[in-house]
């Protein structure tokens, strides 16, 4: 009988790196005049090493359920594009035994001249699904999705949430040994979100191997038992899951009286010309009730004349659950940015519970995505009383708002 | 798709082309094929039907104007028929070539987000001209049969040998651009202006002996896919072509393969980068 000792991990990850060379490209791919002029030039290539994982090992027992938590940039879709097979590390090497399965996106190669019946046949053919499984879970799968109406529609004539659900249908009929799954969750509404959240407890329940990649906290907690933190492309800590969760938030920069610098942070994913330059609060230390009052400083490397910007802040428990949810949009504030630095003064009445907590800061100008920060700075409101009452921990709410239970 | 139980994953230096691989993602060929055929033909009305009217006219066009208007020699064989012989299996070559060299572009969503062996894609694709070439074959039997045209018995056996020389020769160049294409998108341009080249290069509306230096003649039997089409008309014509000739084309079809499939196996790592 196998023992526990016996067993050999399903995945073994060992000493993983990934090097990109980056080149200042302008249209993000080769041009072949460029390479012919480079080449004349005689020059020594200018491309800078960028080491995207750096020694990288970790091991995956089978039936455990990992997920692998860490900022924008720090390196987590890249493990995940590794591990997936889309694409070789530069260094390293990963021993699996047992067939990988990975949910990048949903609906990959679903097209819209194709009927959901075709789609369903193709995009489970992409997954890993022979046609014989296909055609055995298509009743299941079709019965999944809700859209047995359709199923010989066109996909372009689908509302994107029939589309959704038809993809994600798909996926929760595949029957890998391990899972990789990516922020998926992280699209549709909040019905649908519920729905995919459900079926993935299912999929752990049954003892199935999981690696879990996502910015969402909370769905780690309640789905993965382990966790690991990635920054800067190495693993800072890993273990318990909650423990983990911990260092995440711990991690943050803590907020203080004297300006923090954010222009520093390495940030892969959006090229803004508008950043966040940095941020200083009022007061490092809150009491329940007080205030949230910080200064953001937002800079540009050219003199930029914006007359319509968006910012905005959210503030999330150790748990990752989003508490706070602010923006100049929502409140009908127009707000504009001239010349190469301006600061932007943030009042948020709050009645959060004593804890920590942490910041996004989120910015956005012209269309596009200027900047992103994830949880990076964390703040602690001090243990005050609210309601008079001794036993503190006997008060579960997230917030502390001020509320009156009277007969009548 | 059944993975062996243990595997490893590592840095792909020297990777060569993984046939188990390939054949635990067989259906996958199948898979690309089938949705390409139908999405190609599915919002036009005639449908598959311009798979066949396709050569047809260019059929009748050539035979306007180098048949009738210029009377280029046809080996004997009435031109509508030299011609359509021709473009059968040149329309293969070029339609295959133009889908391969474009096909890891327009996957590009797809290779990045999931893995299979990339190859697929390219060969998928020139299935699907494969399709188009027996749809118009389909017509070419009639037009035989309207000029009461024999076919000696030797096609049985040289129709095949022709078919898989002109896939070889497609696989090869159009694994080749597909790969160099995601790289340098400059070879979009570049695409149909070989295949116009290649056309005018190959025997396809004239004979080559219509050449009077030989030095060309050895240029055009450079093109692989000389051997080819001389090799699908000869059950018509009865003229076997040159042996020089058909050595080099064939030597030229197996080397660009090697070359072409190499290549895309050494730019995999890339894929999903570039795409």
Same mark, same amino acid.
């Given at each position: 009988?196998?023992?526990?000792?016996?067993?050999?991990?399903?995945?073994?990850?060992?000493?993983?790196?990934?090097?990109?060379?980056?080149?200042?490209?302008?249209?993000?791919?080769?041009?072949?005049?460029?390479?012919?002029?480079?080449?004349?030039?005689?020059?020594?290539?200018?491309?800078?090493?960028?080491?995207?994982?750096?020694?990288?090992?970790?091991?995956?027992?089978?039936?455990?359920?990992?997920?692998?938590?860490?900022?924008?940039?720090?390196?987590?879709?890249?493990?995940?594009?590794?591990?997936?097979?889309?694409?070789?590390?530069?260094?390293?090497?990963?021993?699996?035994?047992?067939?990988?399965?990975?949910?990048?996106?949903?609906?990959?190669?679903?097209?819209?001249?194709?009927? =959901? !019946?075709?789609? +369903? /046949?193709?995009?489970?053919? @992409?997954?890993?699904? $022979?046609?014989?499984?296909?055609? *055995?879970?298509?009743?299941?799968?079709?019965?999944?999705?809700?859209?047995?109406?359709?199923?010989?529609?066109?996909?372009?004539?689908?509302?994107?949430?029939?589309?959704?659900?038809?993809?994600?249908?798909?996926?929760?009929?595949?029957?890998?040994?391990?899972?990789?799954?990516?922020?998926?969750?992280?699209?549709?509404?909040?019905?649908?979100?519920?729905?995919?959240?459900?079926?993935?407890?299912?999929?752990?329940?049954? =003892? !199935?191997?999981? +690696? /879990?990649?996502?910015?969402? @906290?909370?769905?780690? $907690?309640?789905?993965?038992?382990? *966790?690991?933190?990635?920054?800067?492309?190495?693993?800072?800590?890993?273990?318990?899951?909650?423990?983990?969760?911990?260092?995440?938030?711990?991690?943050?920069?803590?907020?203080?009286?004297?300006?923090?610098?954010?222009?520093?942070?390495?940030?892969?994913?959006?090229?803004?010309?508008?950043?966040?330059?940095?941020?200083?609060?009022?007061?490092?230390?809150?009491?329940?009730?007080?205030?949230?009052?910080?200064?953001?400083?937002?800079?540009?490397?050219?003199?930029?004349?914006?007359?319509?910007?968006?910012?905005?802040?959210?503030?999330?428990?150790?748990?990752?659950?989003?508490?706070?949810?602010?923006?100049?949009?929502?409140?009908?504030?127009?707000?504009?940015?001239?010349?190469?630095?301006?600061?932007?003064?943030?009042?948020?009445?709050?009645?959060?519970?004593?804890?920590?907590?942490?910041?996004?800061?989120?910015?956005?100008?012209?269309?596009?995505?200027?900047?992103?920060?994830?949880?990076?700075?964390?703040?602690?409101?001090?243990?005050?009383?609210?309601?008079?009452?001794?036993?503190?921990?006997?008060?579960?709410?997230?917030?502390?708002?001020?509320?009156?239970?009277?007969?009548? | 798709?059944?993975?062996?139980?243990?595997?490893?994953?590592?840095?792909?230096?020297?990777?060569?082309?993984?046939?188990?691989?390939?054949?635990?993602?067989?259906?996958?060929?199948?898979?690309?094929?089938?949705?390409?055929?139908?999405?190609?033909?599915?919002?036009?009305?005639?449908?598959?039907?311009?798979?066949?009217?396709?050569?047809?006219?260019?059929?009748?066009?050539?035979?306007?104007?180098?048949?009738?208007?210029?009377?280029?020699?046809?080996?004997?064989?009435?031109?509508?028929?030299?011609?359509?012989?021709?473009?059968?299996?040149?329309?293969?070559?070029?339609?295959?070539?133009?889908?391969?060299?474009?096909?890891?572009?327009?996957?590009?969503?797809?290779?990045?987000?999931?893995?299979?062996?990339?190859?697929?894609?390219?060969?998928?694709?020139?299935?699907?001209?494969?399709?188009?070439?027996?749809?118009?074959?389909?017509?070419?039997?009639?037009?035989?049969?309207?000029?009461?045209?024999?076919?000696?018995?030797?096609?049985?056996?040289?129709?095949?040998?022709?078919?898989?020389?002109?896939?070889?020769?497609?696989?090869?160049?159009?694994?080749?651009?597909?790969?160099?294409?995601?790289?340098?998108?400059?070879?979009?341009?570049?695409?149909?202006?070989?295949?116009?080249?290649?056309?005018?290069?190959?025997?396809?509306?004239?004979?080559?002996?219509?050449?009077?230096?030989?030095?060309?003649?050895?240029?055009?039997?450079?093109?692989?896919?000389?051997?080819?089409?001389?090799?699908?008309?000869?059950?018509?014509?009865?003229?076997?072509?040159?042996?020089?000739?058909?050595?080099?084309?064939?030597?030229?079809?197996?080397?660009?393969?090697?070359?072409?499939?190499?290549?895309?196996?050494?730019?995999?790592?890339?894929?999903?980068?570039?795409?």
């Amino acid at each position: 009988m196998l023992t526990l000792l016996d067993m050999k991990p399903i995945l073994e990850i060992q000493n993983i790196g990934k090097k990109y060379r980056i080149q200042h490209l302008a249209g993000g791919y080769l041009s072949l005049r460029e390479r012919m002029a480079n080449a004349l030039k005689f020059e020594r290539n200018t491309a800078e090493d960028f080491w995207a994982l750096k020694a990288v090992s970790f091991e995956v027992q089978p039936g455990e359920s990992i997920g692998i938590i860490g900022r924008n940039g720090a390196g987590k879709s890249t493990l995940l594009k590794i591990l997936s097979k889309i694409t070789p590390p530069t260094s390293g090497k990963i021993v699996s035994r047992g067939r990988i399965a990975s949910l990048l996106e949903v609906g990959t190669g679903f097209h819209p001249e194709l009927t =959901g !019946r075709e789609n +369903i /046949f193709f995009n489970g053919s @992409l997954l890993g699904m $022979k046609r014989i499984e296909i055609s *055995a879970k298509f009743d299941e799968i079709v019965d999944f999705s809700g859209v047995e109406k359709f199923l010989d529609t066109p996909l372009k004539h689908y509302s994107s949430g029939m589309q959704l659900r038809l993809a994600f249908a798909v996926a929760a009929f595949l029957e890998p040994e391990i899972l990789i799954i990516d922020e998926v969750l992280a699209v549709g509404d909040a019905e649908f979100q519920k729905k995919c959240m459900n079926k993935m407890g299912e999929v752990v329940r049954e =003892g !199935r191997t999981i +690696i /879990f990649v996502s910015h969402n @906290l909370s769905a780690v $907690k309640n789905l993965c038992g382990k *966790a690991i933190l990635i920054e800067n492309g190495t693993i800072r800590s890993e273990g318990q899951a909650s423990s983990v969760l911990d260092d995440y938030v711990s991690s943050n920069l803590e907020a203080t009286e004297n300006s923090i610098d954010l222009s520093q942070i390495k940030r892969n994913n959006f090229e803004g010309a508008l950043r966040f330059g940095a941020i200083k609060f009022a007061k490092s230390v809150l009491q329940f009730g007080e205030n949230i009052v910080f200064s953001l400083v937002l800079f540009a490397e050219l003199n930029l004349l914006l007359s319509d910007i968006n910012i905005a802040i959210a503030i999330n428990d150790s748990n990752g659950a989003c508490l706070i949810h602010a923006s100049n949009e929502f409140v009908n504030i127009r707000l504009g940015f001239h010349g190469d630095q301006m600061s932007y003064i943030v009042n948020i009445t709050n009645n959060l519970r004593p804890g920590r907590y942490s910041i996004t800061l989120f910015l956005r100008a012209k269309g596009i995505i200027q900047d992103w920060l994830t949880d990076v700075v964390a703040f602690t409101i001090e243990d005050g009383n609210p309601y008079g009452y001794s036993n503190t921990n006997m008060i579960q709410g997230l917030t502390l708002p001020e509320f009156s239970i009277i007969a009548t | 798709m059944h993975e062996p139980a243990e595997y490893t994953i590592e840095p792909s230096e020297g990777r060569v082309l993984d046939w188990g691989e390939l054949w635990r993602y067989r259906e996958l060929f199948y898979f690309f094929t089938w949705r390409d055929i139908k999405i190609k033909y599915k919002q036009a009305t005639l449908g598959f039907l311009w798979a066949i009217l396709q050569p047809l006219f260019m059929m009748v066009i050539f035979t306007l104007f180098f048949g009738k208007a210029l009377n280029i020699p046809s080996q004997n064989l009435p031109y509508p028929i030299y011609v359509f012989s021709g473009l059968l299996i040149w329309n293969l070559f070029s339609t295959g070539l133009t889908n391969a060299s474009n096909s890891m572009v327009n996957n590009a969503s797809i290779i990045k987000k999931i893995y299979f062996p990339r190859l697929i894609i390219p060969v998928s694709s020139i299935l699907v001209a494969l399709f188009d070439f027996l749809m118009a074959f389909i017509l070419f039997v009639p037009i035989l049969l309207f000029y009461q045209q024999s076919v000696s018995l030797s096609a049985l056996v040289l129709w095949p040998v022709a078919l898989i020389i002109a896939i070889v020769a497609t696989l090869g160049l159009g694994s080749w651009l597909a790969a160099l294409n995601v790289k340098y998108r400059d070879f979009r341009y570049v695409i149909p202006f070989l295949i116009q080249v290649l056309f005018f290069l190959s025997p396809v509306i004239y004979p080559i002996s219509l050449l009077k230096y030989p030095i060309l003649q050895y240029i055009l039997a450079c093109s692989p896919m000389l051997a080819a089409v001389e090799l699908f008309r000869y059950p018509l014509t009865g003229i076997f072509p040159d042996g020089y000739f058909l050595g080099i084309s064939l030597l030229s079809g197996v080397v660009l393969l090697a070359i072409g499939v190499l290549y895309f196996k050494r730019a995999e790592d890339f894929f999903a980068d570039f795409a």
